[in-house]
């Protein structure tokens, strides 16, 4: 089974910047699918950016394209959230979530049912 360990979270100002880690270990596969979701007080959890670990173009909810950023360093077993210019409405619990490619496609980031393995969170709170 694949361990996340998500870190990096806290408190920050509207404006300012924050970087979450998720760091991964175990699995059988050299390449995975990568996602980072959040759940804000009673509401559902949703998907915030994905990327395959193998290659390929990154994926952004529109809430915050072109604002964060989603990176992968294969040497650490590492993928990073970096969040620029958070707003109140990102504050949120932020969880690193992984998953298998599935005819040739990672899951949709709409599809959480498609990640397999989940950290236990961080909580991010923008003030």
């Known amino acids: 089974d694949v361990q996340l360990v998500e870190s990096g979270g806290g408190s920050v100002q509207a404006g300012g910047s924050l970087r979450l880690s998720c760091a991964a270990s175990?699995?059988?596969?050299?390449?995975?699918?990568m996602a980072w979701f959040r759940q804000a007080p009673g509401k559902e959890r949703e998907g915030v950016a994905g990327i395959y670990t193998g290659g390929g173009r990154a994926r952004y909810a529109d809430s915050v394209k072109g604002r964060f950023t989603i990176s992968q360093d294969n040497a650490k077993n590492t993928v990073v959230l970096q969040m620029n210019s958070p707003k109140p409405e990102d504050t949120a619990m932020y969880y690193c979530?992984?998953?298998?490619?599935?005819?040739?496609?990672?899951?949709?980031?709409?599809?959480?049912?498609?990640?397999?393995?989940w950290g236990q969170g961080t909580q991010v709170t923008v003030s």
């Open positions: 979530a992984a998953g298998r490619v599935y005819r040739g496609l990672c899951p949709d980031l709409h599809a959480q049912y498609g990640y397999a393995y």
């Open positions: 175990g699995g059988t596969s050299s390449s995975y699918c």
